[in-house]
């Protein structure tokens, strides 16, 4: 037997009972309860809507943010230098997942090359170390807000970039990574003096935990800018985003 | 500012304790930073107006200054036995004169750290004077709590002698 059943035969007489039985005021007060019900509901409404502007206007100034530091970065500021006394020891492993889930690069890797360059070439690592080799020593900052001091060495970026024949008036360099990570720099920051393509860290090969078989430094940038296990480089003109600025870190992310 | 700048002292505390997650806003990192520096322009907008307004209609002068050591020692006297009085209201006893004027150096210290944190590699002379990127954080940090302790002490200034309140949003 259904509820319907049971309440049918006498439905409309009890409503009218009950009718009867409240007086005017506690009518009004079972209307204004009504009302303000519907309020409430209204409300949660307007709560969600709400919620998506908030965070599109967040990300609108965002995008501010990055026009903002794009016009404050001066190319021929430098980062400061340490010396060798002054690094942290051990440097800290960070990525988007634990140190004991690291998958090694294979060791006949090579290094893809695509977009606005002129010679699309694959590089094996032997002929990334026949170039000039440079290493400096410099404060890693964390966008968590703590920071630690590397050494870092390997091939001036934009001496790379001139030899691939990148087109140095495109917009975005971006990579993509073994272990999945992704995300892409400004071409400003790429030519900058300070941006290493490393193979080293501390004078001995890139060890896996620190991104072998290459890293790109940048001590003008915060940690999720500098993309570990690099497998492809390609310059573009649309920007690539990443994988913590798809999530709302700023794009930018530079100091 | 506050409340999400405790969710990004959460992410790397540079002291023994975290912020209940109750105190901060922002749901993560990411979201506490979006906050951060999106509201950081509202400060550093008014507190540019509220500066530019102060020296070039000298009101600063006016308003805050002569402070003397006498009158000072007088008014927390007076504090002490709960006879300071108010009966000028648009005229500061010295206590206030020092309280916002501490405040207002605060906010400046509170935004140029901010900046050194941000751009330590383009404000090279804002990052020395704050002892370098990780003593920056420790500079916002302490300069944060004072603009706290201002607001509490000020909301309780404020019930305390509720009359200001009018004043306040009047200016007369």
């Known amino acids: ?255 | 500012m506050i409340m999400s700048g405790l969710k990004i002292y959460n992410a790397s505390p540079i002291f023994d304790f975290l912020f209940p997650r109750e105190l901060t806003v922002g749901g993560w990192l990411g979201g506490a930073l979006l906050w951060h520096f999106a509201f950081m322009w509202l400060l550093v907008v008014n507190g540019l107006i509220y500066l530019t307004l102060n020296f070039y209609t000298g009101r600063v002068w006016k308003k805050f200054f002569p402070i003397s050591p006498k009158e000072l020692i007088k008014d927390v006297l007076d504090t002490l036995k709960g006879k300071l009085a108010h009966e000028d209201l648009s005229k500061y006893n010295t206590i206030q004169k020092l309280a916002y004027l501490s405040v207002i150096l605060d906010i400046v210290v509170l935004i140029a750290s901010g900046l050194a944190i941000w751009k330590s590699v383009q404000f090279p002379i804002l990052r020395d004077l704050m002892g370098g990127f990780d003593n920056a954080r420790v500079v916002h940090f302490a300069a944060m709590s004072f603009a706290v302790f201002f607001i509490l002490v000020h909301l309780l200034m404020v019930a305390l002698v509720p009359k200001t309140l009018l004043i306040m949003i009047r200016g007369k």
Request: aromatic share 12%; with cysteine.
């Open chain 1, 1 to 255: 037997m259904s509820e319907k059943k049971i309440f049918n035969p006498h439905e409309k007489e009890i409503i009218k009972d009950v009718y009867k039985g409240l007086d005017l005021p506690t009518r009004r007060l079972f209307g204004k309860r009504a009302l303000s019900l519907g309020a409430i509901s209204m409300l949660t409404g307007c709560t969600l809507t709400n919620e998506d502007s908030i965070e599109e206007a967040l990300m609108v100034m965002s995008r501010f943010n990055d026009g903002v530091q794009s016009w404050l970065f001066d190319p021929n500021k430098m980062a400061p230098t340490y010396s060798e006394d002054m690094l942290t020891k051990p440097f800290p492993f960070n990525a988007f997942y634990g140190e004991d889930e690291i998958r090694p690069s294979p060791d006949n890797f090579k290094l893809k090359v695509s977009g606005l360059v002129q010679d699309t070439k694959d590089w094996t690592l032997d002929e990334l170390r026949a170039f000039p080799q440079t290493s400096q020593i410099t404060r890693h900052i964390c966008v968590e807000g703590w920071s630690a001091i590397g050494k870092w060495g390997g091939v001036r970026f934009s001496e790379f970039l001139k030899r691939i024949g990148a087109d140095s008036t495109a917009k975005f360099v971006g990579f993509r990574c073994h272990d999945d990570y992704y995300t892409s720099i400004d071409m400003p920051t790429a030519l900058h003096a300070q941006t290493l393509l490393t193979l080293t860290y501390a004078d001995e090969v890139l060890p896996p935990k620190y991104g072998y078989p290459m890293k790109l430094r940048m001590p003008t940038k915060l940690g999720y800018k500098n993309p570990k296990y690099i497998q492809e480089i390609f310059v573009t003109n649309v920007n690539p985003g990443g994988y913590w600025e798809d999530q709302g870190y700023n794009w930018f992310g530079g100091s």
